[in-house]
């Protein structure tokens, strides 16, 4: 059974900002300019007003399958039974797209430790990274909830080392501006100055930072994933609300932090950026391993209910 930690340590590493900051910064800042980092707030505002309603339908359901019980208890089975399998579909779907994002950093790692020059875009390298991905993060879903918990609180670490731990290294390093540069846009809603080649029309606020803000809000998605494991979970009536609200608080400080560091650094530390892509590809992979982690859970219940089976023993409040 899984603690508090661990649930929220799955959480986490599904949400995973340093994936999404790595993945998006460029469309922030490229779009909103240094100013962006502070709309980070704006989702994590938002999501959490959802998290607080997930976590008191999860403290009344609190048995695996996270939205489709949600749906099914609170409005009616036939509606539970098409978010079910649309949740399902999608996490499905969500598995074998993220994976292919994964492969431009493996076959990097390659060629800097094999010296391999595989294509990146070649639709055969996808299709092979992307097939052993899904069979790692097969074999490691079917090995239990000790397993996953230790992965997912290897994740939490990857996560503070890839966003805080980057992040503090920038700041011994210097900067090149001061505090003021971070509420500066840098002329970005204009053409002539956006480093994208984007036009505004000279218009931020109703224009660059309704683009911007969507480099946070991919990242703010996921926390609902500690609903998914509330009969692996101890207390999970009250452990996983918790677990979502953490997920997500921590979530937006790191997300705020990183880019912050990001924004203007004195000069890249000495750091082996290889090491960087292995953090990345780690945290990628498990939060790929938590997605895939999910539609058979999702499924699991669907079968579960058609049999007429109750919950697991010890799952509750």
């Known amino acids: 059974m899984l603690g508090l930690f661990a649930n929220f340590a799955v959480a986490l590493t599904y949400l995973s900002p340093m994936v999404g900051i790595y993945s998006l910064f460029v469309l922030g800042v490229g779009t909103g300019g240094p100013a962006y980092v502070w709309l980070t707030w704006i989702p994590v505002v938002g999501m959490m007003f959802v998290a607080l309603v997930f976590g008191e339908l999860a403290s009344h359901y609190p048995v695996a399958g996270a939205l489709y019980q949600y749906s099914k208890f609170s409005v009616g089975a036939g509606y539970g039974w098409f978010v079910g399998w649309f949740y399902g579909i999608a996490l499905l779907v969500t598995v074998a797209s993220v994976d292919t994002g994964v492969v431009s950093y493996v076959v990097a790692l390659m060629h800097n430790w094999f010296g391999t020059n595989f294509n990146p875009a070649s639709h055969w390298t996808v299709l092979v990274i992307t097939l052993i991905l899904l069979a790692v993060q097969t074999m490691l879903n079917i090995t239990g909830a000790r397993v996953m918990g230790r992965v997912a609180q290897f994740g939490v670490f990857v996560e503070i080392v890839g966003t805080v731990g980057i992040a503090i290294i920038l700041a ?26 984007l036009d505004f029309h000279g218009n931020w606020l109703t224009g660059a930072a309704l683009i911007s803000v969507l480099a946070p809000v991919y990242i703010f998605y996921g926390f609902e994933s500690a609903g998914d494991i509330s009969e692996e979970t101890k207390g999970a009536g009250r452990t996983v609300p918790r677990s979502m609200r953490m997920a997500l608080t921590w979530g937006g400080v790191a997300s705020f932090i990183l880019p912050t560091g990001l924004s203007s650094p004195r000069g890249f530390f000495n750091l082996d950026w290889i090491t960087l892509m292995v953090m990345v590809v780690v945290a990628v992979v498990g939060a790929i391993y938590f997605f895939a ?12 209910d058609v049999a007429g089976r109750p919950p697991a023993e010890g799952s509750g409040r």
Not at 293 to 304: F, G, I
């Open 172 to 197: 011994i390093k210097g900067f090149h501006h001061g505090l003021g540069f971070l509420f500066s846009t840098q002329g970005v809603q204009h053409v002539a100055s956006n480093p994208l080649k």
């Open 293 to 304: 982690a999910r539609p058979d859970r999702a499924l699991q219940q669907h079968t579960r």
